[in-house]
């Protein structure tokens, strides 16, 4: 079976630090990964999503991630985080053999102090 | 364009009691799911369905109950409610051939008492 392993729980940084999220996954075959944001009091968002080409995708609000097959990694980056990116987030793996089904990680709440 | 909509929004029962949570979705989604949410937790799947007619148990499905009567909605149902089902409740749907990018409500407070 598939699982999603983020390594932080919480993170905290002042505004303009550089963020990077950690998502590790296991599965050998092909997968679609994604990343979720859940704002406070709000429902899961896409953030963006990899299927398949260019390994380095870019989302919403500035944010990208890059998938490194050799590692089983998607980690989310940002290169100056902002007060509003204080939120819980989410990695999720979608294999080749379970369609209709995503694995989601544990969530990493993202704490931005102005 | 309401997308998933769940009801009610914040519900209080007794141990014991029971009730039903609505999801329904207006994208013509195949796939839909509940979900519960707790601190440290992250994300857990109760059951879903890949189509009308059909359900499947996923992680936590004790408990719960679900029916797929038709395409746009998704019903769970918790017949006997215990204080472990105090959570947060998440329906998604998702299309086929969309690579399971997965659209949420905005979710369901529950609290068991």
């Known amino acids: 079976a598939q699982s999603v392993s983020q390594h932080n729980h919480h993170v905290i940084l002042s505004e303009a630090a550089s963020l990077e999220l950690g998502c590790n996954y296991s599965?050998?075959?092909?997968?679609?990964l994604f990343w979720y944001v859940q704002y406070p009091g709000q429902h899961l968002q896409l953030l963006l999503k990899?299927?398949?080409?260019?390994?380095l995708v870019k989302g919403i609000k500035g944010f990208e991630a890059e998938f490194i097959k050799s590692k089983f990694s998607f980690n989310l980056r940002k290169p100056s985080v902002q007060w509003s990116d204080t939120a819980e987030y989410f990695c999720a793996v979608n294999a080749d053999t379970n369609a209709g089904k995503s694995t989601f990680g544990d969530g990493t709440t993202l704490t931005v102090k102005p | 364009n309401a997308g998933v909509t769940q009801t009610p929004k914040f519900r209080v029962l007794k141990t014991g009691q029971s009730m039903t949570l609505l999801c329904a979705q207006d994208?013509?989604?195949?796939?839909m799911y509940w979900y519960r949410q707790d601190p440290g937790m992250g994300l857990r799947l109760i059951h879903y369905s890949v189509g009308e007619g059909t359900t499947a148990k996923g992680e936590v499905p004790d408990g719960y109950n679900v029916s797929r009567l038709k395409k746009q909605n998704f019903l769970l149902g918790l017949e006997s409610a215990a204080p472990s089902q105090t959570s947060v409740y998440f329906c998604?749907?998702?299309?086929?051939?969309?690579?399971?990018?997965?659209?949420f409500g905005a979710g369901t407070r529950l609290s068991v008492l």
């Open positions: 990899y299927f398949s080409g260019d390994p």
């Open positions: 599965y050998g075959g092909t997968v679609n």
């Open positions: 998604a749907s998702s299309r086929s051939g969309e690579g399971n990018i997965q659209y």
């Open positions: 994208m013509n989604h195949e796939y």
